[in-house]
């Protein structure tokens, strides 16, 4: 049997640990991209450590998988915030949070999409965030977040003549370490979020890893341009608030 391989960014830990997990209980083998090791790998995931932000050291590591291996499906799925009121954003701030958000995915997808047209099959799935429609303190996250969506449709047009599907994937508020370490469960904050949730409840990182899995299928080719957001209903119950 043919061994798949899919890449993805930041999957040592939280949502991206979750789509690893996931993608080698359906068999396939995962190419993890990230500063830091998983705390417990699988054999049929490599880590490759490599900073996102390096473009130098992340144009060798692509330029060496590329070469070991046939890779017809990524997930882009690290990310960084960065919080900030609008007066208090850094624009240094801004250009770190872009180099990793949206300058990434398009070196990633530069490397591999010449494969995957030559297969005439491709899936790419950009991981997004709810706050790409708008929150609070999120110019910079909420800006690259965004733009991520705006390339995903274009990147959806530009080659769905080649087989290849370009979907988003938009998690809200969602149970991660990092999430509940910067949100106790019994802080005014977490209950404030909570109640903004019309399934009452944070998601789990199994949920988006589901999502994610649902576009990478081979029986998702006639599914392009589109994002899916994993949120409890969150964008719906915010667009009808009063």
């Not at 083998?29 to 473009?55: E, G, K, Y």
């Not at 099959?121 to 790409?132: C, K, L, P, Y």
């Not at 589901?210 to 409890?232: I, K, P």
Request: hydrophobic residues 45%; contains cysteine; proline residues 5%.
């Amino acid at each position: 049997m043919v061994q798949q391989y899919v890449l993805v960014t930041g999957g040592s830990s939280g949502i991206g640990k979750a789509i690893i997990e996931r993608l080698v209980m359906e068999g396939f083998h995962t190419l993890n991209l990230d500063r830091h090791a998983p705390c417990r790998p699988s054999a049929n995931d490599r880590h490759i450590p490599v900073d996102l932000l390096d473009t130098d050291a992340l144009n060798r590591v692509l330029a060496q998988l590329s070469q070991e291996y046939e890779v017809l499906r990524i997930v882009n799925n690290a990310g960084m915030v960065k919080p900030a009121l609008l007066e208090s954003t850094l624009i240094d701030d801004v250009r770190t949070v872009a180099k990793l958000n949206i300058e990434a995915p398009i070196l990633i997808a530069q490397q591999f999409v010449p494969a995957m047209r030559a297969k005439n099959f491709g899936r790419i799935v950009n991981i997004s965030s709810r706050a790409a429609l708008g929150k609070e303190r999120r110019t910079a996250y909420a800006a690259s977040k965004a733009g991520l969506l705006g390339m995903t449709r274009t990147w959806a047009l530009e080659l769905a003549g080649n087989g290849i599907t370009v979907n988003a994937v938009g998690p809200g508020p969602i149970a991660t370490e990092l999430f509940r370490a910067v949100n106790p469960p019994d802080s005014p904050l977490t209950r404030q979020i909570l109640s903004t949730i019309p399934v009452q409840r944070l998601g789990e990182p199994a949920e988006v890893a589901h999502a994610v899995y649902s576009f990478l299928d081979d029986r998702a080719g006639f599914v392009t341009g589109q994002v899916l957001y994993v949120c409890g209903g969150m964008t719906i119950g915010l667009g009808n608030a009063s």
